[in-house]
């Protein structure tokens, strides 16, 4: 598609009047306004057919996966078949980026038949981010005329959630109302005997009882078929974040990933409950190709939930053996209490991590930033 903004008319009638002087009234003035005139009109039916003959503009990506904190860069390469100086083109990458950066418009002024540009995104947050196409505009040195033609390249930019360590919680965690002696990362099965302590093993696990006859350090074995079955629920009501940073959701959404990865690196089985608009219930996420949907899903989440998930819906979608809530909120407040009650009353474990006001800064990676750039011939 071209868009053209034309000052044709008035050169023409310019052209045109400076004829008819020349013609009745004579005279190096007129004469001189019609050659004038008649010199622009050429040039301009010049720069309209040749400015965008053989353009062509291919744009790659460093990457269409990325996490959180991470930067993007972006080469395009401009080729076009005229490099006649007397007329100006420009290329333009256009994106959602444009709106969500600060400061960024990868506009490039072209100058020779054949150009590279590279432009890079810093900080990039959490979505998807889509990549239309270039635009490619070029006019006369006089601004009578101006031409954009739109070169649809669709591509699509993932930004995962950043995944954080978390072998060892923050302290002044919540526990919830109920279950405060839990540890969040520990094996939440049944103790079924004890064995040397292996390099690697976490302090936790150590059976202080049986390591002090003297024997060497033991730590405590676990029954996994008798485990509990951990139900993570990321808190998305509205209500729960307003008046906070876009910072406190973030990191919800980070550690609601880490804890998921760091679970299934452990082999403890776990099932994933986002309570958005509209709440979802991943049953199982104990495979790679499971995580990724789950990650697919985190990309899109946002805070616009009206309430936390009716608690009987929650425990009726359970597997079998004993169910531990653990809740990733803003902050421990009335709802989560009174969630935490419920749950405890028809005999299920809860834990509420509060975010708010403990996330670690480092994690998020600050703010996206504006682009650099440079040229390559």
């Known amino acids: 598609m071209v868009r053209k903004r034309n000052g044709w008319w008035p050169l023409v009638a310019f052209t045109m009047l400076s004829a008819v002087l020349a013609v009745w009234v004579g005279g190096f003035v007129a004469g001189f306004l019609f050659w004038i005139g008649l010199g622009l009109l050429v040039y301009e039916g010049l720069v309209a057919m040749i400015c965008f003959a053989g353009a062509s ?15 993007l860069e972006v080469r395009l390469r401009v080729r076009r078949d005229f490099r006649w100086p007397l007329y100006w083109f420009m290329v ?22 054949s150009e590279e540009f590279e432009y890079r995104v810093y900080h990039l947050k959490r979505g998807r981010y889509a990549f ?6 070029a006019g006369d040195l006089f601004g009578f005329m101006s031409r954009t033609r739109f ?16 072998d060892k919680l923050p302290e002044g965690w919540s526990a919830g109302e109920t279950n405060r002696k839990h540890r969040l990362l520990e094996d939440s099965g049944v103790v079924t005997g004890i064995r040397n302590y292996r390099h690697g093993d976490r302090l936790q696990l ?27 629920l990321l808190d998305q009501r509205a209500s ?15 550690l609601t990933a880490s804890l998921v990865r760091e679970w299934m690196d452990r082999r403890i089985p776990v099932s994933v409950m986002l309570g958005g608009k ?22 899109d989440v946002k805070p616009d939930g009206s309430a936390l998930p009716d608690v009987r819906w929650v425990f009726g979608h359970r597997g079998g053996g004993r169910l531990h809530v653990v809740m990733v909120c803003a902050a421990e407040d009335d709802a989560v209490r009174a969630f935490a009650r419920e749950l405890n009353r028809i005999g299920s474990s809860f834990q509420c991590l509060d975010v708010a006001g403990r996330e670690r800064v480092a994690e998020t990676g600050g703010p996206a930033k504006a682009f650099a750039s440079n040229r390559r011939p």
């Open 57 to 71: 503009v291919d744009r790659e990506l460093s990457s269409t996966r990325l996490t959180a904190g991470e930067d």
């Open 92 to 113: 333009r990458d256009k994106s959602d980026l444009e709106h969500s950066v600060s400061g960024l418009r990868a506009e490039f002024l072209v100058t020779s038949e």
């Open 132 to 137: 239309a196409g270039a635009e490619l505009q």
């Open 151 to 166: 070169q649809e390249d669709p591509r699509t930019l993932t930004v995962y959630p950043r995944l954080m360590p978390v």
């Open 206 to 232: 150590i059976h202080w009882k049986a390591s002090s006859r003297g024997q060497g350090w033991k730590v405590k074995e676990f029954d996994r078929s008798a485990s509990a079955q951990i139900l993570l």
């Open 240 to 254: 729960a974040y307003r008046g906070r940073g876009e910072h406190v959701f973030e990191h919800a959404v980070s």
């Open 278 to 299: 509209t709440p979802v219930r991943l049953p199982t996420v104990a495979t790679e190709d499971q995580f990724m949907r789950l990650m697919e899903y985190l990309v």
